[in-house]
Every structure is written in structure tokens, then in C-alpha cells.
């Protein structure tokens, strides 16, 4: 029978049946809302306040609507066609095996490389319990542990995501409460502090307004894992449609919210803000005892999740990429349901970039950091083009998949790619955030061509 538009490429699985079903529903739900709460969101929207000011909640917004579409987008493929490869799959499928090659290795790089980060940023932490321990012994045990937990069986994935969700949406929920309690006025011992911050809503123009929004959007990372494990999960296509429905509330809540309690609370141009980070701040500015060492704790969890979370989300996307033929095979052995070579890559992988932040400080490292800087949005261009190609060919040779449907298609999708567009224009603008953009460029015009001369090299031998 001759292939559709709508079949993969040869050896490419609608879903990966080599792989375990260990994650139940509930390991899905609390992956979702947790994984939203990133340690960017508890420390690095500090310098978002700092420049852009309360506008802040204004960026988070704009940012947050634009996740939203690319979730929509990437939920509508994903539930039509789940796989471990999400995006990666979907552009094979879409566009070609090249964008499958391009969109999936820059995103592996980028994982393995945010999992040495997140582990450098967990041992500072614990080191500034623990004086005078190495910090690089600190991240071969983060390492070790994850490393070890994903490889013995997808459901250890789950527990440790699940339990690490609990706390943060808790510790998120609880500091929401207060917050709002406290501006309201009914908090014992605080004073309603009214709208007297928020009087000078944009103090250093459009451009604080412009930083503000460049570090929101690479905030709201970490989205993408939730369609990549549904393929594990017990019922694939109902996991991705009910994360993807309530992605909107939680952005909302857990961001946006967040952002206008803090700037309400706390003036925005507050060293403590920046020094601190700003849920340290207005927990201080609460009289909350041991503010710092409570949101250290969070914040630790924050990382050692997105470890977690990373080694997995690298190890699927390198197995589904030599699933189809598009890596070294050794990536893809699968034992007990688990890649197992494809996780110990990835976490080698991750631990070097560690070892190199030791290494070379102030060549190799901070080219490799460049080098990612932009790649999350590279990753949601290539979902906005491949939902626009492939939407048209499901309505017309399997309408039934279209479990979830992108809002107002196509001016929607449209619209995001604009923004995305934008956004480039704002990098391109900005010093800070212009090499990152140029880095991420040469990366990806390299894999690119990579790709499509495997692509023209498998085509002949066909």
C-alpha cells in the first residue's frame, strides 16, 4: 500500500511501542502544572523587574500568550501523533527529515547543557549550607542520582516529578496566598501597600519594557516536556489534550500572578529584588521568617526537578531521532522499556558542560551558553510552520485525530510567528542578547545543512 502525505518517513513510529507506559495520570497532571515553576521563574525574574519594572506583568502577559499558542499548536500534533520526538517527529513529518534532524539536536544540546547548569546552580546552593565542600562533587551526586533513577524505569521519572511538583505548586500557591492576602490588607501585621508601587508603571521606557519581555520569554522553558513524556503515559492522546486545556490557567496563575503580587508588594527598583530574587523579597518584606533559607529550599527543588526533567526529555528526543535513522544507532537500544545508552549520553554530555565552567570559564563555556542562547525559539518556529503544514493534510485524511484543534486556525498560528519574528528583532537589537542570537544561528544553519545532505544522501540510495 502506498504511503499518505500523513505517513512518517520509514521507521518512524506514531508512537514509540518499544518504550514502557509507566507513567500514569497523575505522574502526567503534576508534570504539566509543575513544570511551568522553573528556578528562572523563582531567580532570574529579578532582572526582568529590575529593568522593565511593574510593566513586568505587562512582558509575562505578552510572553505568556505566545507560550499558549505554541502549546496549542504543539498539543493539536501531539495528540494526533504522539510521540517521544514531539516537535522533532512532527517536523519530519511536516516538513522534512532535515527539520526533524535540525529542531531535535539543537534542543538535545540544549537540554544536556541546561542540565549541567541547573546542577552547577543546585551546588551552590548546597554548598552555601555545606562550606568548603566541592561543588563539583555536589553535581556528579545530582547526576548520579538522576542519571540512575531514569535508568532504572520511566515511573522513577514520574515519582520524582510528581513529588517535586507538589512542593513547588505548594510553595508557589502558598506565597500567592499571602501575597494576596497582604494586599487586600488582611494580613496580621502588614499594611495594604495599595497601588503606591505601581505609580510609575514603565521607569525606564519601552526599552526596561523590552528586557523585561526578552526574560520572560526564555523563562517559560520547559513546557515542551509534558507532550514528549505523554507518549509514555497510560492513554497518550487524552494526557496531552487535558495538559494542553489547562496550560492557560496555570501560566496565568503561576506567572503572570505571581508577578503582579510581587511588584504590588515590593518597589521595584529594591536592591533586594535582584540580590536576593524577588520572592525572597516580598517574603521579607512580609516579616516571614526565614524567607531566604524557605525559598532556598524551593529554589533548590526548582533545579534539581529541571535535572530530572532534562536527562529525560534529552534521552527521548536522541532515541525517537535515531528511531528514525537520524544518529548513531548505539543511542537507540532500549532496555527494560528505557533507552538507557540515551540517557548515560545525555548526562555525560551534561556533566562535561560542568567540567568545563571549571575548565575554560572564559572561552568554551560561555560560547556553548551562546550558542543555546535562542535555540527554545528556533524549536517553536519550526512547531509554528509544522502545525500550518500539517493541519490542512489531517482535516482532509483524518479528521478523528484532531482531538485538539488550534484556536482560530490559521490567523492564530500566524500571529505567533510574528511574534516569534519579533522577538528576533528584539535580540537583534539588544547587545546582551544579540551574540545569543547569532550563535544560535550558526548552530542551527549547521545542522540544517547536516540534515538536508542526509536527507539528499538517503533519497539517492532509495
Avoid at 493539536?76 to 529542531?103: D, K, L, N, Q
Avoid at 500572578?257 to 535582584?274: F, N, R, Y
Wanted: charged share 15%; with cysteine.
Amino acid at each position: 500500500m502506498p504511503r499518505t502525505t500523513l505517513d512518517a518517513p520509514p521507521g518512524t513510529p506514531d508512537t514509540d511501542v518499544s518504550l514502557s507506559h509507566g507513567l500514569k495520570q497523575r505522574h502526567l497532571s503534576m508534570i504539566a502544572l509543575g513544570g511551568v515553576i522553573g528556578a528562572g521563574l523563582f531567580v532570574g525574574s529579578g532582572a526582568g523587574i529590575a529593568a522593565a519594572g511593574p510593566s513586568i506583568v505587562i512582558a509575562y502577559a505578552v510572553s505568556g500568550l505566545l507560550v499558549m499558542l505554541v502549546m496549542r499548536m504543539l498539543g493539536e500534533m501531539s495528540a494526533a501523533y504522539p510521540s517521544s520526538g514531539s516537535f522533532s517527529a512532527h517536523a519530519e513529518r511536516a516538513i522534512g527529515p532535515w527539520a526533524g534532524f535540525t529542531a531535535g539536536w539543537s534542543f538535545w544540546v540544549l537540554l544536556c547543557t541546561a542540565v549541567g547548569l541547573e546542577g552547577i546552580g543546585a551546588a551552590k546552593i548546597v554548598t552555601g549550607w555545606l562550606p568548603g565542600t566541592p561543588e563539583w562533587a555536589w553535581v556528579a551526586l545530582f547526576m548520579v542520582v538522576f542519571c540512575v533513577a531514569n535508568l532504572a524505569a520511566v515511573k522513577n521519572f514520574g515519582e520524582f516529578e510528581f513529588w517535586f511538583a507538589a512542593l513547588k505548586v505548594g510553595a508557589i500557591g502558598l506565597f500567592l496566598v499571602l501575597g494576596v492576602l497582604a494586599i487586600a490588607g488582611v494580613l496580621p501585621g502588614t499594611d495594604s501597600p495599595g497601588t503606591a508601587n505601581l505609580t510609575d508603571f514603565l521607569p525606564n521606557g519601552g526599552e526596561g519594557l523590552v528586557i523585561g519581555l526578552l526574560a520572560s520569554v526564555f523563562a517559560y522553558g520547559g513546557l515542551e516536556t509534558v507532550t514528549i513524556a505523554a507518549a509514555e503515559s497510560e492513554n497518550p492522546v487524552q494526557g496531552v489534550a487535558r495538559s494542553v486545556r489547562t496550560a492557560m490557567w496555570r501560566i496565568a496563575l503561576f506567572y503572570i500572578g505571581s508577578m503582579a503580587v510581587i511588584v504590588t508588594l515590593v518597589p521595584w527598583d529594591s536592591k533586594e529584588v535582584v540580590e536576593k530574587g524577588p520572592y525572597v523579597a516580598a517574603l521579607d518584606h512580609l516579616g516571614i521568617p526565614g524567607a531566604a533559607q524557605l525559598m532556598n529550599v524551593v529554589v533548590l527543588v526548582a533545579l534539581l526537578s529541571a535535572m530530572n526533567a532534562n536527562i529525560y526529555g534529552a534521552s527521548r528526543i536522541g532515541y525517537s531521532l535515531v528511531e528514525r535513522g537520524q544518529g548513531p544507532k548505539g543511542l537507540g537500544k532500549v532496555s527494560g522499556g528505557v533507552p538507557r545508552v540515551a540517557v548515560l549520553a545525555s548526562s555525560v554530555f551534561g556533566f562535561v558542560c560542568v567540567l568545563l565552567s571549571y575548565w575554560r570559564p572564559d572561552d568554551v563555556f560561555p560560547w556553548l551558553l551562546n550558542m543555546i542562547g535562542a535555540v527554545i525559539l528556533v524549536v517553536w518556529i519550526f512547531i509554528a510552520v509544522s502545525q500550518l503544514r500539517l493541519r490542512r493534510r489531517v482535516e482532509r485524511e483524518a479528521p478523528e485525530k484532531l482531538v485538539v484543534r488550534m484556536w482560530l486556525f490559521p490567523t492564530l498560528t500566524w500571529v505567533a510567528l510574528a511574534g516569534m519574528a519579533g522577538i528576533f528583532v528584539l535580540m537583534a537589537r539588544e547587545p546582551d542578547t544579540r551574540v545569543q542570537l547569532y550563535s544560535t544561528g550558526v548552530m542551527t544553519v549547521a545542522l540544517a545543512a547536516v540534515g538536508y545532505a542526509r536527507q539528499k544522501a538517503r533519497a539517492a540510495r532509495d
